[in-house]
């Protein structure tokens, strides 16, 4: 075995290992007869890069699949990428445009060769990234939303649904995208409070002197105004019927409508109505049949509609309005006002309403079974708290527009002859429609596609399914699906998890996955999200060659409460990082023993491992529950403290040889063995540094890695050894500060006395071992009188004397006894108080009240031995 490097170099072991591990195959998983445990990764944008909400999401999905890799399940983690419309279609178009060319001046397939480019050039590098952290894909499955066997089932799942009667085309109101050009859903739309301009208009009634007014943030849309609306019921303006008012600017006339959806109490009463950019507007134009004028182009601009500042941005005509309304003498008041405004997800653009013609997916005749399945728990959430988030959508859902006007995407399979639609998987399917109809003298020539793409989500909501070859064949489907778990934030509940779920259901007729675990967002520690304009998100791949991906991991891990907001700060990497070193150096330190093989393990040895068996015992156990509970970070700082605390600090240090002195075989074994279990229980959350210290503890034969080890199962906890060594601990520490509070040397051998008890614990040979080893006690005696050169302390109502020749200062001593006393005469008497409320005794579990019972008893004696120490020191 090669020599031990002094230092753990995360650097030179991460790739090693990674590369050994693809080579080996672990990452591949195949059907077979062993139980399936499958995971899809949430496609991130193929125009992406590894950010710290990814970092978060893919180190839980990883831990999962190790996890059930070690539990001897078919591990199967599918990667891939979303080609992602919106994002990369403004990004190929920004590319074009600093290479001097225009998108307008391309056609569609000159675009796509482009975006075809970029994508190949720019797309899977977080893919790539990912194998930095650690994550552990099966990279011959890598999928691709636009790749030909996920678009071959999109376009088949858009003509399934139109064949079903669930999809249809029709003119409504939609969220416009004026920088992107493109409808988007309402899931698309991130709403916020925004302070913009209130406009208080006068418009003229025709033919008098009076005059309505009506409050708007949208004055350059006043050109499109086709009536002004008030309540039926409001007296104010009963004398109006059949009047009409003159629009301002264009000195048009509409006409006065009354309408029960007008509020009388806010503002004047009074609601100009502008069919064409308005939802509720057009609705209220459809019921009284107005005229609808639309004066916004596609890019945002005014249109010759709007008759006047043709071709300006629609914030730069606001603004010129206002200054021609303030001349005309129609402002009556301009105040600053803060309201809700919705902005695309992608662009930030404000979003228009728009008059548009579109296709749409009932989403009422899918939401049924989604719903059901997650509120019976068939799919269960983590936290459950989303439960209600997610029942409140389904039981409100909207029709869902899935036609966006770009290129990049799936193009809608939907072929026009005049105004016949064909909807088919390709050209030739819709001209024997087609011919079907119209006669067989219809020719391709004849048909027109739709311009359209699919929205993105739209190839996403069929991830689980398309990731396993549905839509083409079925025997991974069957093996796979449903899949495990679903690793996702909270976020994309609505746009994603739902839909999956629906899809599920609509083609397979069974959930998509069986759990969903939400995870949080990461924030900073100010509680601040991260973003790029605060400045407060780390560079992912910087991180990792700071601290080592292990180090990362920890740190992403240690902060993330499951289903909780991360909380992130790289001091947390840190600690993850001097954890690696903590564990490096405890392998130095058992490789570094000399073996000697005559000698037999001390009493103490035995006692020693027994106790760290039973505590690992009760830490798998803890652990087991937490996994199921996607309690990651629980798991996490268990196995930390378990390491740190128990086995580096504590049971390394009872059985560790005299200085210069060799270890016996059977202790060595005994650790090394505890060793290699801690490096599997490790494994799936720090799973580089547990590899390299897996083939350091001793030869091993080819294949024997920790990636492909058997989980530790729990045994029986022996409860009451765990408890002895405890207070054994606790002893040791007390023996150390009384040490240091005397300014004693610290492996200056000391007598120990221990007043006579009835539970005296130190009268054992095995613990009176590693008592006089870790306490350097030179000898431990159980006696009625204590002897007076020294200092007593307390230890579990134990009263002990070290015995050292030493004045005693009998006023500070008291003092501390005094303190001491107070403080458990103040604990007894809070007991007291509980023991004393009925309701207390009568309804608390009785485990509960026993415990609070024998609390008294230990408090009481614990009193009692404090006032005789203070007796015999003041001689009262």
């Known amino acids: 075995m090669q020599e031990i490097a ?30 399936a445990y499958s995971i899809v990764i949430p496609p991130p944008n193929v125009t992406g890069v590894l950010h710290m909400g990814h970092m978060l999401n893919n180190t839980v999905q990883d831990i999962l699949i190790r996890k059930a890799r070690l539990d001897g399940k078919n591990a199967c983690w599918v990667p891939g990428t979303d080609h992602a419309s919106i994002a990369t279609e403004a990004k190929v178009v920004r590319s074009l445009r600093e290479q001097g060319i225009k998108k307008s001046d391309l056609t569609r397939d000159q675009f796509l060769e482009h975006a075809w480019a970029w994508t190949d050039k720019y797309g899977g590098i977080i893919l790539k990234q990912l194998r ?54 309402n899931e698309e739309v991130l709403y916020s409070d925004e302070t913009t301009k209130l406009c208080q208009v006068q418009y003229r009634v025709e033919g008098t002197d009076e005059y309505l007014v009506i409050a708007t943030t949208r004055p350059e849309t006043i050109m499109g105004d086709t009536a002004v609306a008030v309540h039926p019921d409001d007296e104010r303006y009963c004398h109006l019927k059949g009047k009409k008012v003159i629009v301002p600017i ?69 603004k010129k309005i206002i200054k021609d309304l303030v001349e005309s003498g129609d ?103 087609a011919q079907a109809k119209l006669g067989a003298d219809i020719t391709l020539d004849d048909l027109r596609q739709d311009e359209d793409v699919l929205d993105t989500w739209f190839s996403s909501w069929l991830w689980p399914i398309t990731c396993f070859h549905g839509f083409k064949s079925r025997e991974e489907l069957d093996y796979y699906y449903p899949t495990s778990i679903l690793v996702t934030g909270w976020d994309i509940i609505f746009l994603w998890v739902a839909r999956m779920i629906m899809a599920g259901y609509e083609w397979e007729q069974d959930m998509p996955f069986k759990e969903v675990y939400f995870t949080g967002m990461v924030r900073d520690k100010q509680r601040r999200k991260m973003s790029k304009s605060l400045g407060n998100s780390p ?35 840190e600690q993850g990082r001097n954890f690696c070193n903590k564990m490096w150096n405890a392998l130095r330190l058992l490789k570094g023993w000399e073996v000697d093989a005559s000698i037999e393990a001390p009493e103490g040895n035995q006692l020693a491992i027994e106790w760290i068996n039973a505590k690992l015992n009760e830490v798998i156990t803890s652990i087991d529950e937490d996994y199921k509970n996607y309690k990651l970070s629980d798991v996490t700082m268990k196995l930390y403290s378990f390491v ?98 005397n300014q004693l040397k610290p492996k200056e051998e000391l007598n120990l006395y221990a007043e006579q008890s009835d539970s005296n614990f130190i009268t054992g040979d095995r613990i009176q071992y590693l008592l006089t080893k870790m306490a350097f006690i030179s000898d431990v005696s159980v006696t009625a009188e204590l002897p007076d050169n020294g200092t007593s302390f307390m230890s579990d109502n134990e009263k002990y004397f070290l015995q050292f020749d030493i004045e005693i200062d009998v006023e500070a001593e008291t003092e501390r006894l005094k303190s001491e006393l107070d403080y458990a005469l103040g604990f007894v008497k809070s007991v007291e108080k509980k023991l004393s409320n009925e309701r207390f005794v009568n309804n608390a579990p009785e485990a509960v009240v026993n415990n609070e019972r024998k609390k008294l008893t230990d408090g009481q004696e614990r009193v009692r031995i404090l006032e005789e120490s203070l007796a015999k020191l003041t001689g009262g």
């Open 539 to 573: 560079d992912a791949l910087e991180l990792i060659k700071t601290f080592g991906a292990d180090g990362v991991r920890f740190g992403v891990l240690s902060s993330s409460p499951a289903g909780g907001d991360l909380l992130f700060d790289d001091k947390l990497c």
């Open 644 to 741: 740190w605390n128990d086995f580096c600090s504590w049971y390394l240090e009872m059985i560790k040889p005299a200085y210069g002195a060799p270890i016996d075989q059977e202790t060595l074994d005994a650790t090394i063995a505890v060793y290699e279990q801690i490096c599997i229980l490790l494994h799936p959350l720090m799973p580089f540094v547990t590899e390299e210290i897996w083939h350091n503890l001793k030869e091993r034969a080819a294949g024997d890695d920790v990636m492909v080890a058997k989980h530790p199962a729990a045994s029986a906890i022996d409860s009451e050894l765990i408890d002895s060594i405890e207070v054994l601990k606790r002893l040791v520490s007390k023996i150390r500060d009384t040490r240091i509070s």
């Open 132 to 185: 930095k952290l650690g994550a552990s894909c099966d990279w011959e499955r890598t999928a691709f939303t636009m790749d030909e066997e996920r678009s071959e089932a999109v376009i088949q799942a858009f003509v399934d649904l139109y064949n079903r009667g669930k999809l249809y085309r029709d003119y409504r109101m939609v969220n416009w995208d004026p920088e992107g050009k493109t409808v988007l859903s």
């Open 250 to 318: 264009v000195n048009r006339a509409v006409p006065i409508i009354f309408d029960d959806y007008v509020d009388m109490e806010f503002g004047t009463g009074a609601l100009k109505i502008t069919p064409a950019h308005d939802p509720n507007d057009y609705e209220i134009g459809k019921r009284h049949d107005l005229e609808t004028i639309d004066v916004l182009n596609d890019d945002g601009t005014l249109n010759e509609l709007a008759t006047v500042y043709i071709g300006e941005d629609r914030v730069i005509a606001r």
């Open 331 to 433: 402002i009556v008041k301009v105040e600053d006002y803060t309201h809700s405004v919705g902005r695309s997800e992608r662009t930030n653009a404000v979003v228009e309403p728009k008059l548009s013609l579109q296709w749409y997916v009932d989403m009422k005749s899918l939401a049924e079974p989604a719903l059901q399945a997650v509120m019976t728990d068939d799919i269960q959430f983590f936290p459950e708290r989303q439960k209600n988030t997610y029942r409140h959508w389904m039981e409100n859902i909207r029709d869902w527009c899935i036609s966006r006007q770009l290129w990049w995407g799936h193009r809608i399979p939907a072929y026009f002859v005049g105004d016949e639609v064909f909807v088919a998987t390709t050209a030739e399917e819709a001209l024997t429609l």
């Open 6 to 35: 002094s230092r753990y170099n995360p650097a030179e072991v991460e790739d090693k290992w990674y590369q050994y591990w693809e080579s080996k195959g672990y990452f591949h998983s195949e059907p077979d007869d062993r139980e």
